[in-house]
């Protein structure tokens, strides 16, 4: 059986998940005893965070997915070929240093919501962002700073302001996603200057929106995936459920 971890170790890490020799050599390993000793002398909550931080440097395929809020509609109808196509518009661009947004876009009702959201849960597209997947609505009126703060605890991050500035917020996401591999999903883009705000991805992460206006998604410079009425027997499966 391991030795535990000393209960004075687990109290200056600020109860993160270290509970066993092996996760605290996880920290050790990335960062050598002076800074680890520099950093204990500091406050509770930024010892916290830099712990935090260390164990997911090690541990870099962790996932911090924040999508189970939106849910897929009750009658749910699978359309695989427009879900194969979108899986490989995902993938590519994978060795660019800046990935291009894609933007789901048609006519209200057409599915695009429902299409992003089957997305969340397709274990290709997981795999492809084995970091997570992050989810946000914005409709006419977004509330952009709650978005981010959710963002920030979805990752597992530390907002230190009472009233953090929504560009304080996106440079603690933009740390955050730096070197993590996620796939952000704004829905219902009505604005491009709000699709822009929640651009915080590094260069491992890619941008998927839904929108109705092709004009936002040529300003994001997006490649554009139009969403195609459902097929027949798409509709009739629909009808029958």
């Known amino acids: 059986m391991e030795d535990p971890v000393p209960e004075q170790v687990?109290?200056?890490v600020g109860g993160q998940r270290l509970v066993g020799i092996e996760d605290l050599e996880a920290v050790l390993m990335t960062h050598p005893l002076e800074r680890?000793?520099?950093?204990?002398?500091?406050?509770?909550?930024?010892?916290?965070?830099?712990?935090?931080?260390?164990?997911?440097?090690?541990?870099?395929?962790t996932?911090?997915?924040?999508?189970?809020?939106?849910?897929?509609?009750?009658?749910?109808?699978?359309?695989?070929?427009?879900?194969?196509?979108?899986?490989?518009?995902?993938?590519?661009?994978?060795?660019?240093?800046?990935?291009?947004?894609?933007?789901?876009?048609?006519?209200?009702g057409i599915g695009k919501t429902v299409l992003a959201r089957a997305l969340c849960d397709d274990s290709d597209v997981q795999n492809a962002f084995p970091n997570g997947i992050l989810w946000a609505t914005l409709g006419p009126s977004p509330d952009l700073r709650t978005?981010?703060?959710?963002?920030?605890?979805?990752?597992?991050?530390m907002i230190r302001e009472d009233m953090p500035s929504i560009n304080s917020l996106v440079n603690t996401v933009a740390t955050l996603l730096k070197e993590q591999a996620c796939l952000l999903i704004l829905d219902d883009v009505?604005?491009?200057?709000?699709?822009?705000?929640?651009?915080?991805?590094?260069?491992?992460?890619?941008?998927?929106?839904?929108?109705?206006?092709a004009a936002?998604?040529?300003?994001?410079?997006?490649?554009?995936?139009p969403i195609p009425p459902m097929t027949h027997p798409e509709s009739i499966t629909l009808l029958e459920d």
């Open 10 to 12: 687990l109290e200056l």
């Open 147 to 157: 978005i981010l703060r959710e963002w920030v605890y979805a990752l597992g991050g």
């Open 216 to 225: 936002i998604a040529s300003e994001l410079g997006a490649e554009i995936q």
């Open 63 to 108: 996932r911090y997915d924040f999508f189970a809020h939106s849910r897929r509609p009750l009658h749910y109808i699978e359309r695989t070929e427009v879900i194969a196509n979108l899986r490989i518009v995902l993938a590519s661009d994978g060795a660019q240093t800046h990935r291009r947004p894609v933007a789901l876009h048609g006519m209200s």
């Open 36 to 61: 680890l000793a520099e950093v204990l002398c500091r406050g509770g909550e930024e010892r916290a965070a830099f712990f935090a931080a260390a164990y997911r440097s090690h541990d870099s395929y």
């Open 190 to 213: 009505l604005r491009h200057t709000d699709a822009r705000t929640l651009d915080v991805g590094g260069s491992r992460c890619r941008l998927l929106i839904t929108t109705r206006d």
